[in-house]
Every structure is written in structure tokens, then in C-alpha cells.
């Protein structure tokens, strides 16, 4: 049974007239006839009253004509839903990103959420490495990290360059001043992150390349702790530049550079290079990339290629 079919034996019905329903749906009489016949063999019963003059419906038939007019709105209602998507008057965008990384995205959905608010978006919070297992998974259709995953399974565009910012308490010796030497931080009581990470163990082999401790007396679960305790007074702290902004600009921190400390972090939107992403996901890297363009740097919209 076809929806076409359904089509042809409402208008015979609502037309009372094979002929009428013909003229309506610009066909032949005759093919009107086949079609209805087709339905009555498909159905095993008869639908109209072939002794009425009027064509009325038998049993079956006002039966039918129920189910009908059900799944042929249930068509117009799933039309309608697509070009909804289409015209991002409705959808759902899944993105995933961890505590640093979602930082990126709130001002890129900010304006996403500006241009479409009928669109639904949730982020996922993932460890970084998870998130390309997750992308085969289609667990969610994006995934901000901060390293360069495998450009063979996945595409990758770099959208912020960030540094790491060494910061301390405004009452610390260092805060008045403009840089220190790495030298300076071996007497230093350092709080970190509990969970290992390439950016800890860059800085790490940094202060291990100049002969100088690192001294971690603390261990917290969250950047925001962190962020919390060194503004308490409590040791000091080196933190990606994106985490600390707020506190810069409110001077609850000071951020103070270290001549021997230079990384520097791309964050990266990425997704299956084999995925067909979703009408809100394609307007998303629209926002990014003229969000890149009207505020500069850090933030960036370069495509990476393999090689």
C-alpha cells in the first residue's frame, strides 16, 4: 500500500466519482479504476459501493479512509518538520567539549542562539581524548579538543589559539611585576589539576629542561577550584589563558609572564570526515567562522590538512 494509492482513493471518495477524482488528479478515468482496483486487491476489500450511484464507502472503506487521512497528515507533518530543519525553526545540535574547551564555545553560541533560537543545543562534557571515540559513536555530532586528531577519520579546523598564563594572587611578590625567569619559581608552591594532561607534562619537561623543581603541594579536581584557591592566597598557578580571563579583568588574579614559559594551545572543532552533519551543525561552523572573522585573533577558522 502506497501513499499515492491513499491519495487516489481519498479523492474518489471526497469526489463521490471516479470520473471527478480523475479530473482532480489530472489522470484518466481508467487509471483512477486500476489504482482503486490495485488497493482492493491489496487490502482484500471491496471500498466503494459499486450499486451506489453516489460511490459511497463501504464498511472497509470508511475503515481505510480513517487511516488515510491519518497517514497522509502524518506525511504533511513530517514535510513540514524537514523544512523546519531546514530553516533551523527546530533541531537539536550535540556538541562535546571538556571544562576548558566549553569556554571556547560560549560566546560562538551566544551568537549561534542569537540567529536560531528554536534550535536546541546541549554539550556533552568529555575527557578530550574520549571525544573521537565518542564522534564514532554519534554520541554527538562536534567535539572541541585541543590536539590534532587523526585528519584521515576526522576533519579538523583550528578556531582559537590560546597560551598559558602563570598567575598569582594580587598580594603575591611576583604580582607587580611584568615577567620572572623560570628560575624564579623553584621555591614556588604550585597548584594543579588532578588528572594528567599533555599541557602538564609540557610544563613538566620544561622545568625539568631548565633544572628547576615544580613543586605541586596541591591537587584539585577543577579549574574553577583552582582558579578559587590561588585567589584565597593560597600558591600559584599555571592555567591555559582562556580559563583565567574573567579574573585578569576583574584583578582577583594577575597574571605575570615567564620568560622560559612560552606554550601555546590550538583549540580544534572536529568531526567524522564520513559524517553527513546535521542542517544546525553546518549553521554552527557558519557562526564560527564569521565569529572568527569580526573578532580576530585568538580566535581562527583554518581548515587542517593532513601531510
Known amino acids: 500500500m502506497e501513499l499515492s494509492q491513499l491519495e487516489t482513493f481519498l479523492a474518489v471518495a471526497e469526489e463521490h466519482s471516479f470520473s471527478r477524482a480523475a479530473v482532480r488528479m489530472h489522470r484518466t478515468q481508467p487509471a483512477i479504476s486500476q489504482v482503486i482496483r490495485k488497493l482492493e486487491e491489496e487490502t482484500g476489500e471491496q471500498l466503494f459501493d459499486r450499486s451506489a450511484r453516489d460511490g459511497a464507502l463501504t464498511s472497509a472503506g470508511e475503515l481505510l479512509r480513517e487511516y488515510a487521512l491519518r497517514l497522509l497528515a502524518l506525511r504533511r507533518e513530517a514535510n513540514s518538520a524537514l523544512g523546519e530543519l531546514r530553516s533551523l525553526e527546530r533541531g537539536q545540535l550535540v556538541l562535546a567539549a571538556n571544562e576548558y574547551t566549553c569556554l571556547y564555545l560560549l560566546p560562538v553560541l551566544d551568537a549561534f542562539r542569537r540567529l536560531h533560537p528554536r534550535v536546541d543545543v546541549a554539550v556533552q562534557r568529555s ?56 628560575a624564579d619559581l623553584g621555591g614556588e608552591s604550585f597548584v594543579a589539576h588532578n588528572v594528567s594532561s599533555p599541557l602538564r607534562r609540557q610544563v613538566v619537561e620544561t622545568f625539568e629542561r631548565h633544572r628547576r623543581p615544580l613543586n605541586i603541594h596541591v591537587e584539585l579536581p577543577t579549574i574553577d577550584a583552582i582558579k578559587r584557591f590561588v585567589a584565597m592566597g593560597n600558591g600559584v598557578a599555571l592555567l591555559p589563558r582562556l580559563t583565567v580571563q574573567r579574573e585578569l579583568e576583574t584583578g582577583e588574579l594577575i597574571a605575570v609572564s615567564v620568560d622560559e614559559l612560552h606554550v601555546r594551545r590550538l583549540l580544534r572543532l572536529t568531526h567524522r570526515r564520513d559524517a553527513t552533519l546535521s542542517h544546525a551543525a553546518v549553521a554552527l561552523l557558519r557562526v564560527v567562522r564569521s565569529f572568527a572573522r569580526s573578532a580576530g585573533a585568538p580566535y581562527a577558522f583554518q581548515v587542517e590538512r593532513g601531510g
Not at 559513536?137 to 590536539?147: A, C, D, I, T, Y
Request: hydrophobic share 45%.
Open 127 to 182: 575527557l578530550a581524548s574520549r571525544i573521537p571515540e565518542g564522534l564514532n559513536l554519534r554520541n554527538f555530532e562536534l567535539g572541541v579538543v585541543s590536539f590534532r586528531p587523526d585528519l584521515e577519520r576526522f576533519r579538523s579546523i583550528a578556531v582559537y589559539s590560546d597560551t598559558l598564563a602563570f598567575v598569582v594572587h594580587p598580594e603575591h611578590r611576583f604580582a607587580r611585576q611584568a615577567r620572572v625567569s623560570i
